[in-house]
């Protein structure tokens, strides 16, 4: 790396860092909030950027590092832009998540890390991101979940990412899923507001959804 | 539970936009924290017990009643604090049901939550999620914030004189942190292995302090009991395990979803008329009822009136679990379900205790040669083997929850492991 960086925090993130610190009766709980800010501002945690934390919350190296070498979602190594956990687990693994991870690999033509060729990409097999129902899903570095992924969906969210586009928010909800309001509220989004209040109790009738 | 079908929703009903507070206030909502706390009618022994007389089997797995956890606590010292602990990690695989509360009625929870730490006479509230809900623990952290705004959180909350802090906790990642003492260790900011029990968190627990952890659909369930009475609330459902449930359906079905029903369904029902049936009409082989820990069920044992409920699960050796049932078709290669399930707790084993540590990497190695056709006649003993080695064993329960899923299919679909045995000749005489 030709340009230095500099393992510092400025004002603003050391505000952060004390909104957090705040919230726990132990200074040292906040170890996984400064974490985060620290891997936002750095792409990765390396050791300076640990180091930062364990002086910022004056607390052993040792101890931030066994947190942070704890959890996959804290990047020991430093690593692409865009992370793919690609679920493979039984659910998605069973309804094609494992296919999804083939494409992944060939289309990305990805290296023994999961890196692709143009080192924007990294994609790894992900365990349960909670979302069986609508699987398979993945999660676009550590933030936004794609639904009923298919290798078409894949593909346009690749090329969505080459522009540095995030996928929109996608409220969850199949089609027919009775416990999601907006699924049935969709078709009218103007309207909600004008409709009265709805009754408390609605009698939910599965087979009337079809 | 014949009249299932005339079920109204309670804890996620068809409201637009229920996650504003506005419009969860429209709809009755924080009544029932300002009758607990301001209309002279409730103490916390008096809402401890009503939630102990509803019988709320904890959502998050083990089916504890919640109201008799709550009073396991102490009793209230001046200036020791106390915490609740509230469990949104839902890392288990087949389960993506709290999620829908934080995000569809997630003031439900917060009025829950409150109820609860006035009942337990907590100091501060600490939600846990797990870090991959990023874009939930922002929406979450709004409803939060509503909360604050209108006066339903912070000091002095309705005037009543009763404070309560509400905190949100990003996880990093890590299923073992939906283990409640793990998930303290994680919030304390340790490494979590989970503890040793005793020291119950009760007695001792966040920072040392008398603590109750509680599942996110526990406690949505608390200003439902409070509004309409126990005797209500537990007359919904299986009457050993009662009241509402968001039941997760994943896997070869048509209609995968969270659907909320009471306790009790038929799983056949759950499968054929929720889940829309069987995707491409082919036949059912096994549900796994509650996760991937429960014990698997066979499709004999479901066409056979199973439902879900503790005691009806306890027939044939399962558990309820989180309720999320996946469902698995004929064409569904056993062998490979059961070394996906290995990897995964091979993956989230904390490495703190051996026989988990060491037993989930050799789970692993051994049904990967039955993946690949290698397997050998005495490794089905070493599995089971294994099995016994590692229940009960260790100090938490995820060695257990490797162990059951496996053992089950190793009883139920022997054959299928049999048919990967290198040399046929051993197998035909073994």
Same mark, same amino acid.
């Given at each position: ?6 393992? !510092?925090?400025?004002?603003? !993130?050391?505000? !952060? ?7 726990? %009766? ?24 640990? *180091? ?83 699987? %398979? ?33 996608? %409220? ?16 009218? %989004? ?18 009337? *959804?079809? | ?61 083990? &089916? ?19 915490? /609740? $602990? ?74 009543? &004189? ?19 003492? #793990? ?53 919904? &459902? ?55 820990? @429960?014990? /698997? /069920? ?13 005691? #009806? ?66 490794? /089905? ?14 100090? @938490?329960?995820?060695?257990? $929850? ?6 089950? $299919? ?21």
């Amino acid at each position: 790396m030709a340009e230095s960086v500099v393992f !510092e925090f400025t004002e603003a !993130e050391k505000a !952060e860092i004390q909104k957090h610190v705040a919230k726990y %009766p132990d200074r040292k709980s906040a170890v996984m909030p400064a974490l985060w800010i620290a891997q936002e501002k750095f792409g990765w945690l390396s050791p300076e950027a640990m *180091e930062l934390v364990a002086s910022t919350l004056d607390m052993p190296y040792a101890q931030v590092y066994g947190v942070a070498s704890f959890y996959t979602m804290y990047f020991k190594k430093k690593v692409p832009k865009y992370l793919f956990d690609i679920c493979t687990c039984f659910t998605c693994g069973e309804c094609g998540g494992d296919q999804i991870f083939k494409h992944a690999q060939n289309s990305l033509q990805v290296d023994e890390n999961g890196h692709s060729a143009d080192g924007k990409f990294w994609i790894r097999q992900a365990e349960c991101l909670a979302a069986c129902d609508t699987g %398979p899903v993945m999660q676009i570095a550590n933030r936004r979940i794609v639904h009923n992924l298919t290798p078409a969906k894949f593909d346009q969210t690749v090329d969505m990412l080459r522009r540095d586009q995030m996928p929109a928010f996608e %409220p969850v909800a199949p089609k027919y899923d009775q416990a999601s309001p907006a699924a049935k509220a969709a078709p009218e %989004p103007e309207k909600v507001q004008e409709t009265p209040p709805p009754a408390p109790e609605v009698i939910s009738d599965s087979s009337e *959804e079809e | 539970m014949e009249n299932w079908r005339n079920y109204t929703k309670v804890l996620i009903p068809d409201i637009p936009n229920l996650n504003q507070i506005d419009v969860y206030q429209k709809n009755g909502g924080y009544e029932q924290l300002k009758e607990v706390l301001t209309s002279g009618k409730w103490n916390p022994k008096s809402v401890t017990d009503e939630v102990k007389a509803a019988n709320i089997r904890g959502r998050g797995g083990a &089916g504890f009643n919640a109201g008799l956890k709550w009073s396991f606590m102490p009793p209230k010292v001046e200036g020791l604090p106390r915490y /609740l $602990a509230c469990n949104g990690d839902e890392s288990e695989p087949g389960t993506f049901k709290d999620r829908r509360i934080f995000m569809f009625n997630p003031h439900l929870f917060i009025e829950g939550a409150t109820i609860a730490c006035y009942a337990m006479q907590m100091d501060a509230a600490y939600v846990y999620m797990r870090g991959e809900f990023a874009d939930w623990i922002d929406k979450f952290q709004e409803a939060v914030d509503q909360a604050y705004a209108k006066g339903m959180l912070g000091k002095n909350i309705m005037g009543s &004189g009763f404070d309560l802090d509400i905190f949100v906790h990003k996880g990093g990642g890590a299923y073992i942190c939906g283990e409640e003492t #793990s998930l303290m260790e994680s919030l304390e900011g340790k490494r979590p292995y989970p503890r040793s029990k005793p020291p119950f968190p009760a007695q001792f627990g966040l920072w040392g302090k008398p603590t109750t952890i509680n599942n996110i659909e526990t406690l949505a369930n608390v200003p439902l009991v409070i509004k309409n009475g126990a005797k209500w609330w537990s007359s919904i &459902g299986a009457p050993a395990h009662p009241g509402p449930v968001l039941y997760g359906l994943s896997g070869h079905i048509n209609r995968p979803g969270v659907y909320e029903y009471p306790t009790g369904m038929k799983i056949t029902d759950m499968i054929y008329e929720v889940g829309g049936g069987m995707r491409n009409n082919k036949k059912l082989k096994a549900v796994s009822p509650g996760g991937s820990s @429960c014990p /698997l /069920l066979t499709a004999e044992m479901v066409h056979g009136g199973l439902t879900m409920d503790a005691d #009806s699960l306890r027939t044939v050796g399962s558990v309820m679990g989180t309720s999320g049932l996946c469902v698995l078709d004929e064409d569904t290669d056993m062998v490979k379900f059961s070394y996906r399930i290995a990897k995964f707790y091979d993956h989230e084993s904390c490495g703190q205790c051996t026989p988990c540590r060491e037993g989930t990497g050799w789970f692993v190695k051994i049904l990967r040669k039955f993946v690949e056709n290698r397997g050998e006649t005495k490794d /089905l003993d070493l599995l089971l083997e294994l099995c016994d080695t590692m229940e009960g064993r260790t100090v @938490c329960a995820l060695a257990d $929850a490797t162990a059951w899923p496996i053992r089950s $299919a190793l009883i139920h679909f022997r054959s299928e492991f049999e048919a990967r045995i290198v040399s046929k000749a051993s197998f035909a005489t073994a």
